[in-house]
């Protein structure tokens, strides 16, 4: 049998190019990998757009999600047979009624609400940027300034009621999991990653010290790494 399908999530205030560093790494070991755009509309509606995704996969696929993306592989891959590992980088791993908001906020430190820049849409409702003033420090003070200034730039909105939509029967009560973060993650406190991955029954989770809620970016090689040990895993 081949080697897994990767297919990376990308969350909110972030974008495909996340990945690019994780992408170089996996297809120079001859991984196959797709990074999906998130459409960030909906919890339920972005998971069924993961679910068509993988519907259109042969083989055995391994999901990895940052942020709110382990929100939607979380709910988007429950119930697909061919999905045998689910990665989480810095992201959400929800049990059912959970939403990305109260996760968040089961514990203390995280910051996003001051940083983040409303904008009012013609249907009513609310997209969420971070400002980029503040973006470097909250999301990825790990990261150069310039580099972050850039991600900045490019980061898609996240509409506000996706955050607070609640999940489904999530994926890892099936499928094996792992989970890597950052410890300085103002976004998702590590305590919030911790419980998250001791509930899922993480094979391994990765504590980076230092590390800011974007740890993946810097730290490509280890994400890849812990990617590579699913996959060895599963096979």
């Not at 119930?79 to 059912?96: E, I, K, S, T």
């Amino acid at each position: 049998m081949g080697e897994p399908t990767i297919v990376l999530v990308h969350g909110a205030f972030a974008e495909s190019a996340g990945w690019n560093g994780v992408i170089a790494d996996l297809l120079g070991d001859g991984f196959r990998v797709i990074a999906v755009a998130n459409p960030l509309r909906g919890l339920a509606s972005d998971s069924d757009y993961l679910r068509a995704v993988l519907a259109g996969i042969d083989g055995e696929i391994i999901c990895v999600g940052h942020s709110y993306g382990g929100c939607v592989i979380s709910n988007g891959a429950t119930g697909n047979a061919a999905v045998r590992a689910l990665v989480f980088v810095g992201g959400f791993a929800p049990d059912a009624g959970e939403s990305a908001t109260k996760l968040a906020g089961r514990y203390e430190g995280g910051t996003l609400g001051e940083t983040l820049l409303p904008v009012k849409l013609p249907d009513g409702n609310t997209d969420l940027y971070i400002r980029q003033d503040l973006y470097h420090v909250q999301f990825a003070a790990d990261s150069p300034a310039a580099e972050a200034a850039i991600m900045a730039v490019g980061q898609r909105p996240i509409v506000e009621s996706a955050l607070n939509e609640a999940s489904g029967d999530p994926a890892w009560r099936t499928v094996p999991s792992w989970f890597l973060f950052g410890t300085e993650d103002k976004n998702i406190p590590a305590e919030v990653h911790r419980f998250m991955a001791q509930r899922a029954g993480s094979r391994r989770t990765v504590e980076l010290p230092g590390g800011s809620h974007s740890v993946g970016i810097p730290e490509a090689s280890t994400v890849a790494g812990l990617i590579r040990e699913a996959a060895s895993a599963i096979g």
